[in-house]
């Protein structure tokens, strides 16, 4: 199937003071209808490859093409397709939730009878009908994210791009955000959000690219990027010699059940699977060695990101 967004050789280096090269060259392809992720850490090039995908930031070189558009060659025809939802809070302050919508309308064209037809509904859809004339500062920052999803979609846009849109939500925003972006898959919207949240993306995204210092390191369906991992479980070990002696990493590599032992800044990481008995007999050869402390995770994207980087997505 031909790819809705179709990126290529992305690269995108900001030249100052400092030269940064936010995007080393970034391919990926989203299919249409699909729930697609760019997951990675602060300063990995999220924010600059949505920009360039909604015609915010010119490449350096490489290609952008939304449903066949070029966004570089054909801005203003790339943008009807597109709905954006930036990553910081864009509403306008002076105008009601309202009209904030119905502006938007207008500006893509409506007549007025259809923008209003056309806010009312998406009113009602996010459940913001009892809110229309209130004002952005008096929305929570759940209620804020919501108008700007219905203000991004109202002139019915192919693909929307979400730039970090839980970021700042409370827990239960999130899930409320989570059941929006679930809804426009239904109505055959595709969307490409960012996130440094590892459960965002698993919980939420058919495929999921992560991204790290402007390179994607790989791309696929949270399920199977769980599963390169060849482990269940992870626990990671808190010595009190810092110098994760050798030692122990090689005994740790013969219990049954292991799969993989890395040293950390502060211990040891364990890659195991689901075996009978392995948290005691990790125990049990850890504490000659000064075991302060222990956690054991399920495998989970977080996983992935440590396998693939060294470093965990929150260092
Ligand atoms: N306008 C700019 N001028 C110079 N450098 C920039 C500019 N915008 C971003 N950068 C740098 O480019 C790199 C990538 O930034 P970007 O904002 O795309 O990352 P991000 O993944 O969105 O991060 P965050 O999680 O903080 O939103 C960072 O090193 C950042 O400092
Ligand atoms: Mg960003």
């Not at 402007?214 to 696929?220: H, R």
Request: include cysteine; glycine fraction near 10%.
């Amino acid at each position: 199937m031909a790819s809705i967004v179709q990126v290529e050789g992305l690269r995108k280096v900001y030249e100052g003071k400092q030269r940064v090269v936010a995007l080393d060259g970034i391919a990926l392809g989203v299919r249409e209808g699909e729930l697609y992720g760019l997951l990675g850490p602060n300063g990995a090039g999220k924010t600059t490859a949505i920009s360039i995908c909604t015609t915010r930031v010119l490449p350096t070189s490489g290609a952008v093409r939304i449903a066949g558009i070029d966004v570089v060659e054909s801005p203003a025809l790339a943008r009807r397709l597109m709905g954006i939802v930036p990553q910081y809070n864009t509403l306008d302050r002076a105008c009601t939730i309202y009209e904030n919508i119905h502006f938007h309308c207008l500006y893509f064209g409506f007549s007025r009878t259809d923008a209003k037809q056309r806010t009312n509904q998406l009113l009602e859809q996010f459940h913001l009908t009892e809110r229309a004339d209130s004002y952005p500062s008096q929305l929570s920052g759940g209620l804020a994210q919501r108008v700007q999803i219905a203000r991004a979609i109202a002139h019915r846009p192919k693909v929307l791009f979400l730039d970090e849109p839980s970021a700042g939500l409370d827990p239960q925003s999130r899930i409320a955000m989570w059941d929006a972006v679930r809804g426009l898959r239904e109505e055959g919207i595709t969307v490409v959000l960012t996130t440094h949240y590892m459960e965002e993306a698993d919980e939420l995204c058919d495929r999921v690219a992560i991204i790290d210092h402007g390179k994607i390191l790989v791309e696929d369906t949270p399920a199977t990027l769980k599963g390169s991992v060849g482990a269940q479980k992870v626990y990671c070990l808190d010595l009190s010699d810092r110098d994760s002696p050798a030692a122990l990493v090689g005994q740790l590599k013969l219990v049954h059940g292991v799969r993989g032992v890395e040293p950390t800044s502060g211990g040891i990481r364990v890659f195991a699977d689901n075996a009978d008995g392995l948290l005691p007999e990790i125990v049990r050869v850890s504490n000659p060695y000064g075991l302060r402390d222990l956690t054991m995770t399920e495998t989970s994207l977080e996983t992935v990101f440590i396998r693939l980087t060294g470093r965990d997505l929150r260092e």
